[in-house]
């Protein structure tokens, strides 16, 4: 699996792969294995899922994660 996006490399390496993310999101691997940033309306579960802030995963949606207050 060669994906672009780091983040979405980083959220599928939390949960173990590809195809538990798209198990755990009700939709199939071939789906998730195509995507080459996660689509903005699977950011949130995404993270909820993964761990993965929705800042790493759409920094153009939701800003970087540096701009939020810890």
Sequence with gaps: MEQSDPALTLAIDR???ASELARQLGITPAAV???ERV???RALAVERISG?????LRP???GPAEAVAE
Excluded: F
């Design 39 to 41: 689509p903005p309306n």
């Design 60 to 62: 153009d949606i939701y």
């Design 33 to 35: 294995l195509q995507w």
């Design 15 to 17: 949960v173990g792969s």
């Design 52 to 56: 993965v802030s929705r800042h790493q």
